[in-house]
């Protein structure tokens, strides 16, 4: 039996999916969040983990170096694979907004500028609502450009709105849902369909039990 | 040393030398032959066309992919970005007007890939077959049969055949009232397998309940053919579609019949690879290797757009892709040497003799100068040569090195070429 890999975006969601595969009877040898491996092995079920950058993850499977892939939605929106997206793990939840110093201002006669971490992402949506837009790649502390007069407003991931707060800005108007996403390459969906959805099943019957679990809690509070 | 720029290779394109170009021409030659065999006749078509030509195709592939050149009066020319469509023009125009052609092709196809991560993205080597004037299961039956029997012929082990339904879909989307917007998002969805989204977007449409279920049933008809057939029963909502899924069913069961159960699977989710397929569709993959290998399907339409209406059915095998998948499970066989024949130019004469006599018997046979009978010396400058047998042919007598370094003495040219030839 040939090893099945699984390509992980470092950083937490690796930490979420690893908690989730071990709820699944999943362990993996040597593995805790500080360790500077990049991969790891399960002899018995012939599983091996491999860390990447997030925005490696789809790169990894669609060209069938990982079989599968747990990676944001925002990567996969940026990068869009050819790949089977085919489970929302319900974790690593935030959102895509646009946020600046003021409203945008329709009527404005120059060019409206967006800086962002995700350009296409950015372009995509100003696109659909019919704004022409240029669009300033960023690879970090997107949250100055608006202040240091670089771009007009700022498309970038939201999760508890507390660095916009705290640098001045605002969310102007919310983009999209994000939340972890586990990828399949095209072919090993069908040349390993047995062991994938075996994997798949058992983590949907984990996560449809703890929704549940959270749900009653709430229930009860 | 900083090499200019201008003397890399372009991204996206690839150098291919000796073995890997052996290997790969072994492979065409291979394939060709098993088409020749099945009737397919060979056909040509030019490297660049008229832009229009693929931009005013209904359904083919995304204009901002075509490799673009400027002609003298100014008309835009590209790179053959498909290798079917001009094919369909050859077809369609033919005069004789036969009952159906049979053709294949060998041919390089390009494309202007955004992702630049592979060596052969903009420029990969496809052979095919293209299958004229015939609908139904007949020609479906032998195009899919004998891209199977392909890519054994080409080597490959553990293939996986995935077939789809073009019409199964299309035939239930036209009784749904969506712009066709909505149509192609409901349709990527499908295709990703990406249920979740789906049940999202068909929240917000405004689609009859009972048509929401069957649409979210979509992206789940996929596996064993029997177990999909009887799932996809239960969605018939029209005749249309019991007759395209009777196709593939009937199909599906000649190819049991004939053997091919343990290559089949089904994937009614499958819809749409290139937008002119019209039926039975279908994906060639290999375990462990992560892209299609062969591609194919029904495209009932296309002739028509050149002023013949003829059914047609076909596959493109993906050459690169192909050696790609074997290059990690067989090491590619080094074609070396068989001969090294060193003489010096008075003995000239004597070598080439030699040299042409051996390779009439089909061996590979280079042939060296000497300055001077120290042969030994040019022998060891040769390593990494990958020569079997090192043969000085001297004034007086003719020297033969063997494989295992062991020497031979030949008084004579005869004397040698009877030795050899006897083996």
């Known amino acids: 039996m040939d090893y099945m890999n699984i390509a992980l975006a470092k950083g937490r969601l690796a930490s979420e999916t690893m908690d989730l595969l071990r709820e699944i009877g999943i362990q993996f040898n040597g593995w805790s969040e500080n360790s500077r491996k990049l991969i790891f092995e399960e002899p018995v079920q012939k599983l091996k983990v491999v860390l990447v950058k997030a925005n490696d993850v789809p790169t990894y499977v669609e060209k069938g170096a990982a079989d599968m892939g747990i990676v944001g939605k925002d990567t996969l929106l940026e990068k869009e694979a050819d ?42 949506y100003f696109y659909k609502k019919g704004i022409a837009v240029d669009t300033i790649y960023l690879s970090g502390s997107v949250e100055l450009a608006p202040l240091m007069g670089l771009s007009d407003v700022i498309v970038d991931i939201v999760e508890t709105g507390r660095t916009l707060k705290e640098n001045g800005l ?26 994938i959805h075996r994997l798949v099943e058992d983590m949907k019957h984990v996560l449809a039990t703890k929704g549940e679990e959270d749900h009653d809690e709430a229930y009860q509070s | 040393m900083l090499m200019n720029k201008a003397y890399h290779v372009p991204e996206g394109a690839a150098n291919l030398q000796a073995n890997e170009l052996e290997l790969k021409e072994n492979k065409i030659y291979v394939i060709n032959e098993l088409f020749r065999r099945y009737g397919y006749h060979p056909v040509e078509t030019p490297s660049f066309e008229y832009y229009d030509l693929f931009s005013e195709i209904e359904g083919t592939i995304d204009v901002d992919q075509m490799i673009k050149l400027i002609d003298q009066n100014g008309k835009i020319l590209v790179l053959r970005p498909d290798a079917t469509i001009p094919i369909a023009r050859i077809a369609a125009q033919n005069n004789g007007h036969q009952p159906y052609y049979k053709f294949s092709y060998t041919t ?84 990703h397998k990406n249920f979740f989204e789906l049940e999202k977007r068909l929240s917000q449409l405004n ?4 048509f929401k279920e069957i649409i979210l049933k979509f992206p789940k008809l996929y596996g064993q053919p029997e177990e999909v057939f009887s799932k996809a029963e239960e969605l018939l909502i029209n005749d249309e579609m019991k007759q395209e899924l009777d196709k593939l069913k009937n199909l599906s069961r000649m190819l049991v019949e004939l053997g091919y159960e343990k290559y089949l699977s089904i994937d009614l989710g499958l819809i749409n690879h290139l937008n002119y397929y019209t039926g039975i569709i279908f994906q060639g993959y290999v375990q462990g290797y992560g892209k299609p290998v062969v591609v194919g399907g029904r495209y009932d339409h296309l002739a028509r757009q050149f002023g013949r209406d003829l059914p047609a059915t076909g596959f493109a095998i993906y050459i690169d892709a192909l050696l790609d998948a ?48 120290r042969y030994e010396d040019h022998i060891a400058n040769r390593e990494g040569r990958n020569i079997l047998y090192e043969l000085a042919v001297l004034d007086e007598k003719l020297h033969l090195v063997q494989p295992d370094r062991t020497h031979k003495t030949f008084k004579d040219v005869e004397s040698f070429l009877q030795d050899v030839l006897q083996k």
């Open chain 2, 108 to 191: 390089n196809v390009f494309r202007m890939n955004d992702s630049f991560q592979s060596p052969q993205s903009r420029e990969f080597t496809q052979s095919g077959v293209e299958f004229f004037g015939k609908e139904g299961l007949e020609a479906d039956l032998e195009v899919i049969t004998l891209a199977v029997e392909t890519l054994k012929r080409a080597d490959l082990e553990d293939i996986t055949l995935d077939m789809g339904q073009a019409k199964f879909f299309k035939e239930f989307m036209k009784h749904i009232q969506i712009s066709r917007q909505a149509t192609n998002e409901i349709q990527k969805l499908i295709e």
């Open chain 1, 83 to 124: 790949v089977y997206e085919i489970m929302d793990l319900g974790f690593g939840k935030c959102k895509f907004s646009v946020a600046g110093l003021n409203q945008i201002q329709s009527t404005s006669y120059h060019k409206l500028t967006v800086a962002s971490k995700y350009p296409k992402v950015a372009k995509d």
């Open chain 1, 170 to 195: 605002r969310v102007i108007e919310d983009i999209t849902d994000i939340s972890a996403r586990l990828i399949v390459n095209k072919a090993s969906f069908k040349t390993k369909s047995h062991r």
């Open chain 2, 326 to 373: 074997q290059r990690n499970s067989q090491n590619a066989p080094i074609h070396g040497t068989d001969f090294c024949i060193m003489f010096h130019e008075r003995n000239i004469k004597n070598g080439m003799k030699i040299a042409s006599l051996l390779r009439e018997q089909g061996l590979v046979v280079e042939t060296e100068f000497l300055e001077n009978d």
């Open chain 2, 207 to 210: 689609i009859e309940n009972r």
